[in-house]
Structure formats: structure tokens, C-alpha cells
């Protein structure tokens, strides 16, 4: 069971803007920047933001990321239907230990 | 431009020692700028990071799998390998390799390239 809660699935139609939020805690997202994976089906995963809102090399400007307190978003402007596919969010959590947390997956449709 | 590329049987049984390499490409596996890791992905499920391991020798893991797992490098090969004993049937996954971002070698910060994965299924 992942400490990282993102909600199943997410859609819109091309050109309109989707949101996928990711609620953690106080030990990761609350002290922690996070990561976002975008995961074509039969593919490795992608990383698509890191440290909460920086865009890799090759990313289009049309994904963002931002964080409030304990929760996560990324935002997808401008839906294009190369976006259909899951998303992950990702941050070190600081209990047990420490380890790595990926959020529990949005399955993105372009409808 | 790095690469990574894992290998290792794609048939284990039951209880016993799952082995996969990691080779890498393209760039050194023995530079304090990065962690390298596995993660795990069940079929039809979300990603699960199983651990990291560092140029000096240092290493992370899941909780979750700590008694379990060893994740070692062979600098020489430039290569790093991941063992999962007594494995069962929820072994079973797509196993990626990776490169994961680090501040001052503190601790890993994720995955920013993913090698392919190899596909692990646990059987009789």
C-alpha cells in the first residue's frame, strides 16, 4: 500500500487542461521535492518533473508541477493524445528508515 | 548518452535467488553525482522501489524487502546487480534498473533514467 494517494484515472478532451494530485505526509511530500513519471503503455517510465516543478531537457512546457504543504500536482495544459498514459508521483519518505515512495498511478485517457 | 541494460534469467522458482545485472553505458556507475537503483513493477500494478546503491558502497532498501535483497556493483564491469532470495510468486514483476538523482550523496532522489526492464516470473 503506497503512502502516496493519487486518484485512478483522469481524462479530458485535446487542448483542455488536466490535474493529477498526489497527497502524502509530513515525512515525504511535506519535507521533500517531488518527482513525476510519465509511463507510455509497454514502456520504462519517463521522468517528467523533478524537484516538484523542474522540467528535464525535451519535456514540453505544457506539463508543470507545483506543491502545497503534505500534497503534489501536475498539471497537463493543452491535452494532446501522445499524453494518454499513467503517472507517477515520487518522493523520498523519511519514516522506516527512509525509501523511495511512487504514488499509486493515474491512468490518463484522451478522450 | 547513458544507457542501461539489465539481464538475468527470465524464469525463477519458487524459494529460490533472483539475479539481474545491470549494465551500464555511456557513463561511470563510480561517480559520487548518483545513486543506482531497482525498481520493480507487478503485472498490472504501480512501481515499487526496491533499493540504491552508491559509488562508495553505501545502500538504501524498501523496508518492505530489506531481508531480502543485496544490491551490489562490480565497478571493474562497470555493472551493478540486484539478488532477491526465497523469492514467491509475488516476485513476479518487470524489474528496471536505474540512475536516480542524488543531493551531496545524502540519499537517493529518484529515478531520472530507466534502462528497459526485463520481465521476472516466479514458477515451478
Known amino acids: 500500500q503506497s503512502v502516496l494517494t493519487q486518484p485512478p484515472s483522469a481524462s479530458g478532451t485535446p487542448g483542455q487542461r488536466v490535474t493529477i494530485s498526489c497527497s502524502g505526509s509530513s515525512s515525504n511530500i511535506g519535507s521533500d521535492n517531488v518527482n513525476w513519471y510519465q509511463q507510455l503503455p509497454g514502456t520504462a517510465p519517463k521522468l517528467l518533473i523533478y524537484t516538484t516543478d523542474q522540467r528535464p531537457s525535451g519535456v514540453p512546457d505544457r506539463f508543470s508541477g507545483s506543491k502545497s504543504g503534505t500534497s503534489a500536482s501536475l498539471a497537463i495544459s493543452g491535452l494532446q493524445s501522445e499524453d494518454e498514459a499513467d503517472y507517477y508521483c515520487?518522493?523520498?519518505?523519511?519514516?522506516?528508515?527512509?525509501?523511495?515512495?511512487f504514488g499509486t498511478g493515474t491512468k490518463v485517457t484522451v478522450l | 548518452q547513458l544507457q542501461l541494460q539489465e539481464s538475468g534469467p527470465g524464469l525463477v522458482k519458487p524459494s529460490e535467488t533472483l539475479s539481474l545485472t545491470c549494465s551500464v553505458s555511456g557513463g561511470s556507475i563510480s561517480t559520487p553525482n548518483y545513486y543506482w537503483g531497482w525498481i520493480r513493477q507487478p503485472p498490472g500494478k504501480g512501481l515499487e522501489w526496491i533499493g540504491s546503491?552508491?559509488?562508495?558502497?553505501?545502500?538504501f532498501y524498501n523496508p518492505s524487502l530489506k531481508s531480502r535483497v543485496t544490491i551490489s556493483a562490480d565497478t571493474s564491469k562497470n555493472q551493478f546487480s540486484l539478488k532477491v532470495s526465497s523469492v514467491t510468486a509475488a516476485d513476479t514483476a518487470v524489474y528496471f534498473c536505474a540512475r536516480e538523482l542524488t543531493i551531496f550523496g545524502v540519499a537517493p532522489k529518484g529515478p531520472d533514467v530507466w534502462g528497459q526492464g526485463t520481465t521476472v516470473t516466479v514458477s515451478s
Open positions: 546503491l552508491y559509488y562508495s558502497g553505501s545502500t
Open positions: 515520487a518522493v523520498w519518505d523519511g519514516s522506516l528508515n527512509g525509501r523511495y515512495v
